[in-house]
């Protein structure tokens, strides 16, 4: 269709990469017309469909992959839904410097529960945190704004990277991937920064964080967090995905007074 052509075209022009299905109604395309193209457009791979309504112009040396890096449209994709948002764990730690981590799958942080996305070559997958928790961590100074070709991206500073990895441990690859992204990340975080998040997060995921820091000889940031296993009643397992099987005395795990902690489990850490 022409008109759909000539339209994508000016969006281009003017450097959007998408464009909603309202907005080219808006534009002057009939809307009888409209669906028929888009829906050739997307089978021809000259359109990507992330969410119903929202479209990505594929241009030819992102049609392979299927889509651009999800970088360059999160930021659009997330306000057509009206959410606020923030790039976390793996890819955010691959940002700041922890080149351990492949980042396979890009991984969003957001105030609903959103179904994964699977784009082509591109993986998306969505960690739910509730509102309140989200809106208090979402603040300008624990979150940052990267430049993409196509604009911004919202990305979890530092300190927001290392607590939702250890909050959502069993999404960043377990105990040791999460205790390699403390040793890579733990020197630039700012302990009074990193205090202050973790004031909205389980009190064991604080406290695993901290012995994980100070493990790593990240002793400032550790100590900033120790006030979360001094208020502990109970000891939290290291790695909760690890179910308790006793059966005898020496399978007992041992404890980290400290840090409020069951040692279950080895961490290992490249030197």
């Known amino acids: ?23 080219a109604v808006a534009s002057g395309i009939s809307p009888s017309a409209l669906l028929p193209a888009l829906t050739r457009a997307v089978a021809k791979g000259k359109l990507a469909k ?29 306000k057509h839904q009206g959410l606020g948002y923030r790039v976390s764990l793996l890819r955010a730690a691959a940002h700041h410097g922890s080149s351990h981590q492949a980042a396979m799958i890009f991984q969003v942080v957001a105030p609903r529960q959103l179904r994964d996305l699977t784009l082509g070559a591109h993986r998306l997958q969505f960690i739910y ?60 975080a700012d302990p009074r920064r990193l205090a202050r998040a973790a004031a909205h997060y389980e009190g064991a995921a604080v406290r695993r964080l901290g012995y994980l820091l100070e493990q790593a000889g990240h002793t400032k940031q550790a100590r900033a967090l120790h ?45």
């Open 129 to 188: 945190q509730e509102p309140e928790a989200f809106a208090a961590c979402n603040e300008p100074a624990l979150v940052e704004a990267i430049k993409t070709p196509a604009g911004f991206a919202v990305v979890a500073g530092v300190e927001l990277t290392l607590l939702d990895c250890v909050r959502y441990m069993h999404r960043a690859g377990g105990l040791s991937s999460v205790a390699q992204i403390a040793k890579d990340l733990g020197a630039p």
């Open 50 to 78: 992330p969410r119903h309504g929202f479209y990505l112009i594929v241009r030819p040396e992102h049609r392979a992959a299927g889509a651009a890096d999800p970088a360059e449209w999160i930021d659009p994709l997330m």
């Open 227 to 271: 006030v979360y296993a001094d208020s502990a009643r109970h000891f939290a397992p290291l790695d909760p995905r690890v179910k308790p099987i006793v059966a005898t005395l020496a399978d007992v795990p041992k404890r980290d007074s400290s840090w409020k902690l069951l040692l279950n489990e080895i961490v290992e850490v490249d030197a």
């Open 1 to 23: 269709m022409a008109a759909l052509d000539t339209y994508i075209d000016s969006r281009l022009a003017a450097g959007r990469g998408w464009f909603s299905r309202d907005e």
